[in-house]
Every structure is written in structure tokens, then in C-alpha cells.
């Protein structure tokens, strides 16, 4: 049973790292990305986690926005520009 | 034909893709043509009314908008002076972004010469941001595409940090604060000449000024979670008293009390130059605070 479960936890930080990947790449690619998550904490870990993957590049937030719809929150990355 | 309405008149922004995008989450727009003139009357005309001719044309447009995802990108573009290609058009009443291509269209390049962001307790946040037009227009014709529904920005979750000194690392917030604006300011300066074919203005930018103000309860009575501290009308005195730079950040919070740091938007170093104190009677105490900048100002950390 804990073999399975940390199985599945391996899994999803598995996922979790490819799809930081992604992010920081469209990052680095389009000097632009827009995170989402659920609550804003979530947010500013994930905003961490690409600061530190993508290292020496200097980054800029916005204003962190809700979705009036399903209120997901959203911060809008960009490389700045020198 | 029925009147139409203001939802369906737009500024749209080129960009990288070839195609127009409305500014996101408008609220409003203005866009000012002038002709600027002089008095041509001479000793030859008789009576007393002037005759003014044209010198040259300028433009500007105002938009008001609640999305404030872009706050750094619209800071680093008025500091960089990124030359913008804008455009107003009527816009399809079927989403309010599809360009039309109406005959009072018209396109031309500006730049960003004013911009104020604001972030008050419980109200949604917004910019307002003046772009001076520099050289022609041209009749608008503009293909366009649609940008994605917007996300809003309660004020109470971008917060003001401040450091003790020129040096100190801001990590105070101002307490009880109920409002914060950032205003920046391009000073344009015409830079026409003789060699500058046709009628049109064309403007250079020359100094960059900014201010950040806020406002705050005396005393709120709040019970207070967060280890972060925060700056009151006792050391707002203080640092007004002391009369030289202090280190600021303005960025995204959260956790107790709205306290936490997130992710910084901008920071820099700013004089406090004005601390106004008001109290009525019958209503709650508060102070207003402006801070002028310091040299210029960063986005991101």
C-alpha cells in the first residue's frame, strides 16, 4: 500500500517537473508566460520554482488577477527587458 | 442605424503577431486630435476677430482599464519609451473586439507618456494610461484578433513595503493602509523641425518622474496575526523628519493579514515629501503619505 502511494506521489512531482519545464521553455522561448493555480500561494510557489529553474534571468510580476469565472488565479511573467 | 455605444469604440494595440488586439478589460477610452494653431491675423484685417492657422497636429488617447496582469510591462514600456502602434475602430457588437474598419479609423505610433496604477482595499485595481501620438495617422484598416477574458485584482492584495533606510531590504507594509497609487510620468518635449515633412507633431521623451501615495487609518483596532511589520503615523513622521531616501517595493501578497510577500512588481527609492493628517470630526482619523522617486525605479526585484 505505501509502495503504491509513493508510486503515485513519485508520479505527480514527475508531472509537476515537466510541466514547470514547459512553462519555464515558453518563458525563455516567448520571453512571456501567464502562471495559473488555485490559491494565490500555490502561485507564488510555482513563480519560485521558475525563478530558480531559469536561474540568472531577471524576471517581472504583475498584479496577481482572479478569474471571475472560476476564480483561478493568474501572474503574468515576463523577461525584463534591459 | 441605432447609436452606438462606447463598448463597441476601441483602441486596439499591434502586436508581435501582425494583427490589432483591443487593451484588455477596458472601462473607457478618450482620444484627442488637435490642431494646434497661431493668430494669422495681421494690421490688414479689420475688426477684432483672430484668424488661426494651423502649426501642427498632435494626438493623444486616455485608456482606463481593469487589467493589471501587465502592470510591470506597462512600467518597463514607459521607461523605455517602446514606441507603440495604436489604433481606435469601431469594434463588432457580437464580442466587442472584432475591428471594423469604420471610416473614422485611424492608426498611428505613440508612446506611453503618463501611467497610473491603482490598488485600493476591496476595489478592483486599475491603470489609466496616456499614450502621446508622435508623427501621422493613417486611416485605420487594421485586422485584429481577440485577446482572452481578463482576471481582476482586489487592491487589498498588492500591498506597499517599506525599509528603514536607503539600504534596508523593504519589509514593512503600512498599516491599516486603505489605498495605494503608482503614477509615472514621461515629460514629451516637441521635436519638430524645419526638415519634419507635413503637419504632424513629433515628440521626444525627456525626463521620467514618479510618485507613490497612499492613504491609512490612524488606528484601526485590528487584531494583527502576521510577524510582518508594518509602518505607522509614528514612523512615517519619522522617516519624514529624516528627509532622505527610503527603499520601497510594491508587490503581490498574501497569508495573515494580507501581509505575506509574493511576487515584487516594482521597487526602487522614493523621498517622502508630503504627509497630510486628516481628521473630521465624527469620522476616523487617517493620513495620506506621498513618496517622490529617487532615481528610477525597478521592475521585478
Known sequence: MSKTKDAVVEQQNEQKAAAGKTIADELLTKGQTILTAKTREELFAKFNEIKASVKDVPLMTGAVGRSRDDGTYSLQINIVKQ | ?301
Open chain 2, 1 to 301: 442605424m441605432g447609436t452606438l455605444k462606447g463598448q463597441n469604440l476601441r483602441v486596439l494595440v499591434h502586436d508581435g503577431d501582425n494583427v490589432f488586439k483591443v487593451i484588455a478589460m477596458a472601462t473607457s477610452c478618450t482620444i484627442t486630435e488637435t490642431n494646434n494653431t497661431e493668430d494669422a491675423s495681421t494690421k490688414d484685417d479689420v475688426g477684432l476677430a483672430s484668424k488661426p492657422t494651423t502649426t501642427n497636429k498632435s494626438w493623444q488617447v486616455q485608456v482606463e482599464s481593469l487589467n493589471v496582469l501587465d502592470a510591470a510591462d506597462m512600467l518597463t514600456a514607459i521607461k523605455n519609451q517602446t514606441p507603440f502602434l495604436l489604433a481606435w475602430d469601431q469594434t463588432s457588437t457580437s464580442n466587442n473586439q472584432t475591428a471594423q474598419q469604420a471610416s473614422f479609423s485611424r492608426r498611428g505610433t505613440a508612446y506611453i507618456s503618463d501611467l497610473t496604477l491603482n490598488f485600493n482595499d476591496r476595489e478592483n485595481s486599475a491603470k489609466s494610461v496616456q499614450f502621446t501620438g508622435s508623427g501621422s495617422l493613417a486611416v485605420g484598416m487594421v485586422q485584429s484578433a481577440t485577446v482572452a477574458a481578463g482576471s481582476y485584482t482586489k487592491g487589498q492584495f498588492v500591498r506597499l513595503f517599506l525599509g528603514d533606510d536607503n539600504t534596508d531590504t523593504p519589509s514593512k507594509v503600512i498599516a491599516a493602509a486603505k489605498t495605494l497609487s503608482l503614477h509615472v510620468s514621461m515629460t514629451m518635449e516637441e521635436a519638430t523641425t524645419k526638415d519634419t515633412e507635413g503637419d504632424w507633431s513629433i515628440q521626444e521623451p525627456t525626463a521620467l518622474n514618479y510618485d507613490i501615495s497612499t492613504n491609512a487609518l490612524v488606528s484601526s483596532g485590528e487584531v494583527i496575526t502576521s510577524e510582518v511589520q508594518a509602518n505607522d503615523l509614528k514612523s512615517m513622521q519619522d522617516l519624514y523628519e529624516a528627509g532622505t531616501p527610503v527603499k520601497w517595493q510594491i508587490a503581490n501578497v498574501s497569508g495573515d493579514n494580507n501581509r505575506t510577500k509574493g511576487s515584487v512588481i516594482a521597487s526602487g527609492s522614493a523621498l517622502l515629501t508630503q504627509l497630510t493628517i486628516n481628521a473630521a470630526n465624527r469620522q476616523t482619523a487617517t493620513y495620506d503619505a506621498q513618496l517622490t522617486g529617487y532615481g528610477a525605479y525597478n521592475v521585478g526585484s
